[in-house]
């Protein structure tokens, strides 16, 4: 009896064993999810919504201008960044900061320089021969000269909204606002040397600041910039679109209309250029 009790206890232990090893090798629960983000393929991945990785956008753009103040056409060139805010119906709205400088040269116009003719007047000449400039007088009163234009225009705020019913072609329209920030600087230079005194130079054969007198010839040895220059509120308004080329690249056809201290003086951009989307 005592051989019978030990061989039960033994077997009792090894089925005891048994369940305990089984129970251990069962798996708590389904496996950790993996960290490891699968290839999609041509699919791209963006937070808001389709299109990118996260939404946001940064880009340069460069195209042609039709400036304000009677300049006529330049060149422009741009650089902005899109944040996206949040989703909106049927697309998605960004914060955008845009940086903007426009470069232009007039035809040539005829302006009346009030320095020169007080000039003529205290070099001994009459009003008549004042007005008339040269052979009469020193200095040219009524002249041809050409306006150049620096125009930089810095927008802090701006709201873009991009539609995104189009991603299966590959396409986003889009519509932007916001206020700016416009530095203006121009000067006129003289279509030729009329001077009889200082020809070719200050005080009024060189660039004329506000149609006036030229920088002293000092600085312009030196090489320092001039110009008259004016800051102005503005505000602007546009659209383009967007065409993606790859996950992170796409092409952008833009227009923009700026309003330089108000809705009378307009600068127009048209332009192109590449987005980088993250």
């Not at 791209?44 to 006529?72: C, D, K, M, T, W």
């Not at 909106?88 to 020169?116: M, Q």
């Not at 020809?199 to 009024?204: A, D, E, L, N």
């Not at 992170?248 to 056809?253: E, H, T």
Request: charged share 15%; no cysteine; net charge neutral.
């Amino acid at each position: 009896m005592t051989a019978k009790r030990v061989g039960v206890a033994l077997l009792g232990v090894a089925l005891a064993a048994g369940t305990l090893s089984a129970a251990a090798q069962e798996p708590a629960g389904p496996p950790p999810p993996s960290s490891r983000v699968e290839d999609q393929g041509t699919a791209v991945l963006e937070l808001l919504p389709e299109l990118g990785r996260i939404g946001a956008q940064a880009g340069l753009l460069v195209g042609f201008s039709r400036n304000p103040y009677g300049v006529g056409s330049g060149v422009q060139a741009a650089g902005y960044l899109d944040v996206p805010v949040g989703r909106v119906a049927g697309g998605k709205l960004s914060y955008e900061i845009l940086v903007d400088l426009s470069l232009a040269r007039s035809d040539p116009f005829v302006i009346t320089d009030p320095l020169a003719y007080v000039a003529n007047l205290a070099a001994g000449a009459s009003p008549a021969a004042a007005l008339a400039g040269p052979p009469g007088a020193p200095f040219p009163v009524r002249r041809r000269v050409r306006t150049r234009l620096r125009l930089l225009e810095v927008t802090p705020f701006a709201l873009k909204y991009t539609v995104t019913a189009l991603d299966h072609l590959r396409m986003r329209p889009y519509l932007a606002a916001g206020a700016d920030v416009v530095v203006v600087i121009t000067r006129q230079t003289p279509e030729q040397d009329e001077s009889l005194l200082f020809p070719g130079t200050s005080p009024f054969d060189g660039p004329l600041l506000g149609g006036l007198v030229s920088q002293a010839p000092e600085l312009q040895a030196l090489g320092i910039p001039t110009g008259q220059g004016d800051v102005e509120a503005g505000f602007h308004a546009g659209g383009g679109v967007e065409l993606r080329l790859a996950k992170g690249l796409s092409l952008n056809l833009d227009y923009r209309l700026t309003g330089v201290g108000g809705a009378s003086h307009r600068l127009h951009a048209f332009s192109s250029g590449l987005g980088i989307h993250w």
